[in-house]
């Protein structure tokens, strides 16, 4: 019985570390030259199961699977940086051209600097 109950606590934790999202430090808010900064409640790779069923209904093609993919992405005003906050990833991504269904080529960046 103790097996099974660490066996289950085990699981639970994994799936929930797998599941938080991590904040990683990236390139000043100041220095996306792209367009808006992002704030993506996802953030993946192109390769991922998600990302390319996703382009495959929306008939995207992409050549290079080697860059990140926001998904479900809002723009945030660099100017008053302390009344916006992003509360999932916020990015600085190469093509925003999908009305913030999804964002192509994104690097975190950091809102604090």
């Known amino acids: 019985m103790q097996f099974k109950l660490a066996t289950l606590a085990t699981v639970a934790l994994a799936t929930l570390a797998t599941a938080t999202p991590v904040r990683r430090t ?3 808010a100041s220095q996306c030259t792209t ?3 992002q704030c993506c409640n996802s953030v993946q ?7 390319t069923t996703l382009f495959g209904l929306l008939g995207i093609v992409l050549q290079n699977l080697n860059v990140d993919v926001g998904l479900t992405c809002d723009p945030i005003s660099v100017i008053g940086i302390g009344s916006n906050s992003c ?5 600085c991504c190469e093509n925003n051209s999908f009305h913030g269904l999804v964002a192509i080529g994104c690097t975190p960046v950091d809102l604090s600097l």
């Open 45 to 51: 790779p192109a390769s991922s199961t998600a990302v």
């Open 26 to 28: 990236g390139i000043p």
């Open 35 to 37: 367009g808006p900064v």
């Open 87 to 91: 509360n999932a990833q916020a990015v």
